[in-house]
């Protein structure tokens, strides 16, 4: 991404030719089951959950997603003739516990690498431990953590793009449509800082100017004593908090401003993860704007991939699950899941893997990987794949709530959320 001008190179390293053709995965093997293979012995992959803590709502639908897409892919003959498990383990959104998990997965479960955690401060506090253990760590996170270079070798993001190319690419859209003066709320930790540090740049280079930063713990669990900070000038309220407190913040929120006249309101989806936004007391939320990595209302458009997708999970296309409509669904970040397992198949089929003396060979051959076209194994859309930073880049979605809906307003360009590269893993040892 060092020029986005230019286009990574599509025929890099020759062994994965045709790797990028996600269309084509699933179409001809559905009913395969598993070819002749050198072991018969199953794929072992650890996922590393968020079951419990504040990320608990998340892991939820993390765990059901990676279980449609392993239900699918062993449908498909699984990775190299051979049979995938997936190891669920709880993490308690916690970072040491997370380190842990990440052990207990590699030497006590005997898994072939290491997936799924989402929450940044998990992430941070657990991939020191996969490169130590030398263990392939393939996090469905959305930090800018990995594309920095803070981390290691051995750990990826493939399947989601990162907070700075997202809000490099939401910017101009805010700046243009909704106003130039904001405050932003964001949680107090590393996912946070990533929208308080990469927006305010993004909004800057747009002629606009975040005026107020309000920084609340993720563990609060009320919030209306932070919404007098909010300068009485502020065109453009945005807001990204998570935790099982959500629906209380965007309620109190309501609340504050009443029927009077507010800023235009600006919300990464987080804010409403799992909430119905009919609920009431959301009502104050029609006309806003959202960022969502993945539309959770159907929309007009949709591919025939995003629709078996959608009925594979079991989500209707209001976002719930089909057996329970009170059931909300993460899914702007849930894909990530799916899509991270599939690009897990791409690789090991690479480089021939038959155990965990080929780990290393599973990363050389992610690092070699420059996109993925839209399709079943990639049903939220093409992707470009950067091997030196270990990042995905997608596109995004900025909906409007409108009649109880979310409804896609606005989608990027690859190219709007390109930025130069801040690391080369490639050039690390292992």
Not at 36 to 43: D, G, K, R, V
Not at 190 to 216: N, P, S, W
């Amino acid at each position: 991404m060092s020029n986005k001008s230019t286009p990574l190179n599509p025929t890099r390293r020759s062994v994965l030719t045709g790797m990028a053709a996600g269309g084509a995965l699933l179409t001809t093997g559905l009913g395969a089951r598993f070819a002749q293979a050198q072991s018969s012995e199953p794929i072992r992959i650890g996922f590393q959950l968020h079951r419990t803590g504040i990320g608990a709502s998340y892991g939820r639908w993390y765990e059901r997603t990676a279980t449609a897409a392993l239900n699918v892919l062993n449908e498909g003959g699984g990775i190299n003739g051979r049979p995938v498990e997936l190891v669920f383990e709880d993490d308690g959104t916690d970072p040491k516990r997370g380190s842990e998990v990440v052990e207990k997965l590699t030497t006590q479960s005997n898994c072939d690498l290491v997936m799924g955690t989402l929450f940044s401060h998990v992430v941070i506090g657990s991939a020191p431990r996969a490169g130590e253990l030398k263990v392939p760590y393939l996090v469905c996170s959305e930090g800018h953590h990995v594309a920095s270079g803070m981390l290691n070798r051995w750990t990826m993001q493939p399947g989601i793009t990162d907070v700075k190319s997202q809000v490099q690419g939401m910017a101009p859209f805010v700046t243009s449509n909704l106003g130039k003066k904001i405050t932003m709320i964001f949680p107090d930790f590393a996912f946070g800082h990533d929208h308080r540090d990469y927006f305010t740049a993004a909004v800057a280079a747009q002629g606009g100017e975040v005026i107020k930063h309000i920084a609340i713990p993720p563990t609060e669990t009320s919030f209306t004593r932070y919404f007098p900070q909010i300068p009485s000038d502020t065109e453009v309220l945005y807001h990204v908090m998570v935790g099982p407190a959500v629906l209380t913040f965007v309620k109190e929120l309501g609340e504050f401003y009443g029927s009077g006249a507010r800023p235009q309101l600006f919300g990464f989806i987080d804010s409403l993860e799992a909430v119905d936004i009919n609920s009431p007391g959301l009502e104050f939320l029609d006309g806003s704007h959202f960022w969502e990595g993945h539309p959770r209302y159907k929309q007009a458009d949709a591919s025939e991939h995003e629709t078996f997708y959608r009925n594979a999970v079991g989500v209707d296309d209001n976002g719930a699950s089909v057996a329970d409509p009170a059931d909300i669904a993460t899914y702007a970040h849930m894909f990530s899941t799916w899509e991270t397992l599939f690009v897990v198949k791409h690789a090991m089929e690479a480089a021939g893997y038959q155990g965990p003396a080929d780990r290393q060979k599973v990363v050389e051959a992610i690092e070699a990987m420059t996109d993925f076209a839209e399709g079943q194994a990639h049903p939220q859309g093409p992707k470009v794949f950067n091997g030196k930073t270990h990042q995905a880049f997608g596109l995004q979605s900025i909906t409007k709530v409108e009649g109880g809906k979310l409804i896609r307003v606005h989608q990027t360009s690859m190219e709007d959320g390109f930025y130069p590269d801040e690391v080369d893993y490639t050039t690390m040892s292992f």
